[in-house]
T-cell receptor, first 110, second 116 residues
Framework: GESVGLHLPTLSVQEGDNSIINCAYS??????FIWYKQESGKGPQFIID?????DKRQGQRVTVLLNKTVKHLSLQIAATQPGDSAVYFC?????????FGAGTTVTVRA | SAVISQKPSRDICQRGTSLTIQCQVD?????MFWYRQQPGQSLTLIAT?????????ESGFVIDKFPISRPNLTFSTLTVSNMSPEDSSIYLC?????????????FGPGTRLTVT
């Protein structure tokens, strides 16, 4: 199956600063990438997705960047808030199956 | 969007016993998915359940250990059989929806299982 990895397991960020979470993947044929947020005691929640025909996509306070040359994906969160504290997963969708990366725990400092 | 509920939300079970986890969706869906999330780990797909057919299991998961039922388009069950402490995990069901770029998979809240 697809191999999906993250660079850092934890990230501590000051409230109001921007957060950047990184993800690397192994299969250059992958074409659909998704970021999920999982809060404690809950299931993962969709944040944003991107297809391989794009290199950037923006949502509300979030931006996903895709660099297919180096097989790297990142999630940027602007003006991080306490409610952003969670575990973030990148995932690759192949047909109907999702392969998840290891997850980055984001802690927001007041 | 889809709203998914799971029962039980958590349980503590003795080794050698079995637990059946229920997943209910508020709309009809073709495919339902079952995932396992071991403590502090990521999610791993166990199987895909289509109504009216046998579930399709991923490598490393077998029907005898994780039997799945899919009696209709809004409901599925996953049984964890002959449990051992290694089965202690969060079990999540999910369904597909649509997003701006393609598909969004909605997840239930999970069932937190502890095997003693």
């Amino acid at each position: 199956g697809e191999s999906v990895g993250l660079h850092l397991p934890t990230l501590s960020v000051q409230e109001g600063d921007n957060s950047i979470i990184n993800c690397a993947y192994s299969n250059s044929a992958s074409d659909y990438f998704i970021w999920y947020k999982q809060e404690s005691g809950k299931g993962p929640q969709f944040i944003i997705d991107i297809r391989s025909n794009m290199d950037k996509r923006q949502g509300q306070r979030v931006t996903v960047l895709l660099n297919k040359t180096v097989k790297h994906l990142s999630l940027q969160i602007a003006a991080t808030q306490p409610g952003d504290s969670a575990v973030y997963f990148c995932a690759i969708r192949d047909d109907y199956k999702l392969s998840f990366g290891a997850g980055t725990t984001v802690t927001v400092r007041a | 969007s889809a709203v998914i509920s799971q029962k039980p939300s958590r349980d503590i079970c003795q080794r050698g016993t079995s637990l059946t986890i229920q997943c209910q969706v508020d709309s009809q869906v073709t495919m339902m998915f079952w995932y396992r999330q071991q403590p502090g780990q990521s999610l791993t797909l166990i199987a895909t359940a289509n109504q009216g057919s046998e579930a399709t299991y991923e490598s490393g998961f077998v029907i005898d250990k994780f039997p799945i039922s899919r009696p209709n388009l809004t409901f599925s069950t996953l049984t964890v059989s002959n449990m051992s402490p290694e089965d202690s995990s969060i079990y999540l069901c999910s369904v597909d929806g649509t997003s701006g770029s393609g598909y969004e998979q909605y997840f239930g809240p999970g069932t937190r299982l502890t095997v003693t």
